[in-house]
């Protein structure tokens, strides 16, 4: 067992300790019917240009704070009054860019941030002030649904409810998340941005890859140790078990979960950004994100640019310099206009 493998198995013996104390309250299988078979376009509608955004600069900081009202619409109408209620600090959606110097610059890239993170500090301090300047481009952080000041007080830490065997919560986070983060896209296009990427890691490279399959799409998209497989994520990746426990738990079995993501489709949507505009990185010994299922959505759309580091999915930080050196050639190649 290589390095990556090995700290891929202890993060997710660890995570028993986080998700141990408590489970999913609902089995909301039964409702997901609305949801399967749809288009993309009709799963994940095109949100309208954010209204009435807050914008605060921070004291002695290059970063602005962006704060609007999320309209996002949901599916189920039995999970709208938790929607409302219980979750209703997801109503409002925030967004941080980092801008060095107070300038803006021409292009800006769009960082949607991994599962079960508290908040954007610590991109904030490491990895973006060494993109703006590497890259050339402001960053901007999108706060999923669930996750620092977007999780309800019921949760017991940041993403609890996010990825959960509660599925109807679970996809409308994603729908959410990705609602969320167009908006800020058709924000920061109406304030004059000229190419707008996104990039994300685990859950937030998924996020990225949902974004590639949607009108209008990013101008370019860099995807990291992430697929749309969520199926093979659930039933083989070890930080998940407490989702596949407790669907076993509720009698919802192997054939019926394939059932449930099959019809969701998402793993067999079409990429709408150019081969040339897209940058895939994957860890070749990844424990949750694994390279054969990596392999079969890179033949899929394509065989798009690919850059495999060595290690896991825990262990890409190890390789930030060399990943950063790889998107800034990426973004050389590509084409203005």
């Given amino acids: 067992m290589g390095y990556g493998q090995a700290a891929d198995v202890v993060a997710g013996a660890l995570s028993r300790l986080l998700h141990g104390v408590r489970g999913a309250r609902e089995n909301t299988t039964e409702d997901l019917g609305p949801y399967l078979g749809l288009s993309p376009d009709v799963a994940f509608p095109e949100p309208p240009l954010p209204r009435n955004v807050r914008s605060r600069r921070l004291p002695f900081s290059d970063t602005i704070t962006l704060s609007w009202k999320s309209s996002h619409e949901i599916v189920c109408p039995r999970y709208q009054d938790r929607h409302d209620e219980e979750y209703r600090v997801n109503q409002v959606a925030w967004a941080r860019i980092l801008r060095p110097e107070r300038r803006r610059r021409r292009d800006c890239l769009v960082y949607v941030h991994g599962w079960l993170e508290p908040g954007s500090w610590i991109e904030e301090s490491t990895l973006f002030p060494k993109w703006t300047r590497e890259l050339d481009v402001d960053m901007v952080h999108v706060a999923l649904p669930f996750h620092g000041r977007r999780n309800p007080r019921s949760a017991l830490f940041s993403g609890e409810f996010f990825w959960t065997a509660d599925l109807v919560r679970s996809v409308e986070a994603v729908r959410q998340a990705v609602c969320d983060v167009r908006a800020t896209i058709a924000w920061l296009r109406d304030d004059g941005y000229e190419q707008i990427g996104v990039s994300g890691i685990s859950l937030g490279g998924a996020i990225t890859m949902l ?127």
């Avoid at 990746?237 to 489709?265: N, Q, S, Y």
Wanted: hydrophobic share 40%; proline share 9%; net charge negative.
């Fill in 211 to 337: 974004l590639g399959c949607l009108e209008p799409s990013p101008d370019f998209i860099v995807p990291i140790v992430a697929h749309l497989n969520l199926l093979d994520a659930v039933e083989r990746a070890p930080i998940l078990w407490r989702m596949k426990h407790d669907l076993e738990k509720w009698g919802v079995g192997p054939e019926r979960r394939r059932e449930v993501f099959d019809g969701l489709g998402w793993s067999d949507y079409t990429c709408l950004v150019p081969h040339e505009r897209q940058l895939w990185i994957q860890a070749d010994e990844d424990q949750y994100i694994f390279a054969d299922v990596v392999e079969k959505q890179w033949q899929k759309w394509g065989r798009p640019p690919i850059h495999w580091i060595p290690g896991g999915h825990m262990t890409f930080p190890l390789h930030i310099d060399q990943m950063t050196d790889k998107i800034a050639a990426f973004r050389r190649s590509l084409p203005r206009g």
